[in-house]
C-alpha cells in the first residue's frame, strides 16, 4: 500500500498571509495513463464532506479560488494557499489515486492566528 | 447538477449487517466509478471499496475486505454497500462519492453506529 504522510499535523497563519501543507508518498504515485501525478488535494470544513480543490497535483477545480495552488513531482507534493482567508479554516487532506487502496493523508488542520 | 445521497445509516449491534445506498443524480451514473470512503468520529478520512462503470471491477481496502460487498444498479442510478460481520470500529460516516479513481463530487454522508 502507499503511506500518504502530510506535514504539519496542524498550521496556524495570519489572515492574508500564506499557507503551505506538504504530502509525501511512499512510493512515486506517477499515472502511466497520462504521465501525471495522481494526486488530489481535498478539504473539508466541520459538519461538511471533503470538497476537491486540486487533482493530476496541480490542476485547480473548477470554481476553486486561484489562491489554491498545487505543485511537486514523485514523492513530494504541496498546497499552498497564497493569502488566507477567514473562510479557509478546514483540515485539508492529500490522496492518491494511483493505486488501491486509494490511500489519505492523515490531515492538516489549519487555523487562524 | 451532480448529486449523490446516501442512506440506510443508523445504530448495528456488532456481528450484524447494514446496507447503505447512494442515489446519485444530475449526472450519467452508468459512466462513471463509484466510492465509499468513511470517516470516524473525529478521525481522517478512509478508502473502503470502489466499484467500476459497469460494476465488473471492484476493489476494497483490507480494512473490510471479505466482509463488506459494493454493488450498483445502473437501471436505478444506485449504489451499494452491504455491510456484514460489523464490528465496533466499523463506526464512522459513510461517504460515497463519484469517480473511477478521482473522487470528485461527495455526499453528506450516512452515519453507521456500531454498539451493544
Known amino acids: 500500500d502507499i503511506v500518504m504522510t502530510q506535514s504539519p499535523d496542524s498550521l496556524a497563519v495570519s489572515l492574508g498571509e500564506r499557507a503551505t501543507i506538504n504530502c509525501k508518498s511512499s512510493?512515486?504515485?506517477?499515472?502511466?495513463?497520462?504521465?501525471?501525478?495522481?494526486l488530489a488535494w481535498y478539504q473539508q470544513k466541520p459538519g461538511q464532506p471533503p470538497k476537491l480543490l486540486i487533482y493530476?497535483?496541480?490542476t485547480r477545480e473548477s470554481g476553486v479560488p486561484d489562491r489554491f495552488s498545487g505543485s511537486g513531482s514523485g514523492t513530494d507534493f504541496t498546497l499552498t494557499i497564497g493569502s488566507l482567508q477567514a473562510e479557509d479554516v478546514a483540515v485539508y487532506y492529500c490522496?492518491?489515486?494511483?493505486?488501491?487502496?486509494?490511500?489519505f493523508g492523515q490531515g492538516t488542520k489549519l487555523e487562524i492566528k | 447538477q451532480v448529486q449523490v445521497v446516501e442512506s440506510g445509516g443508523g445504530v448495528v449491534q456488532p456481528g450484524r449487517s447494514l446496507r447503505l445506498s447512494c442515489a446519485a443524480s444530475?449526472?450519467?451514473?452508468?459512466?462513471?466509478?463509484m466510492h465509499w470512503v468513511r470517516q470516524a468520529p473525529g478521525k481522517g478520512l478512509e478508502w473502503v471499496a470502489v466499484?467500476?462503470?459497469?460494476?465488473?471491477?471492484?476493489y476494497y481496502a483490507d480494512s473490510v475486505k471479505g466482509r463488506f460487498t459494493i454493488s450498483r444498479d445502473n437501471s436505478k442510478n444506485t449504489l451499494y454497500m452491504e455491510m456484514n460481520s460489523l464490528r465496533v470500529e466499523d463506526t464512522a460516516v459513510y461517504y460515497c462519492?463519484?469517480?473511477?479513481?478521482?473522487?470528485?463530487?461527495w455526499g453528506q454522508g450516512t452515519l453507521v453506529t456500531v454498539s451493544s
Open positions: 462519492a463519484r469517480g473511477g479513481d478521482l473522487a470528485d463530487y
Open positions: 444530475g449526472f450519467i451514473f452508468s459512466n462513471y466509478g
Open positions: 466499484i467500476s462503470y459497469d460494476g465488473s471491477n471492484k
Open positions: 512510493q512515486g504515485v506517477l499515472c502511466s495513463s497520462n504521465n501525471k501525478n495522481c
Open positions: 493530476w497535483a496541480s
Open positions: 490522496q492518491q489515486y494511483h493505486s488501491t487502496p486509494y490511500t
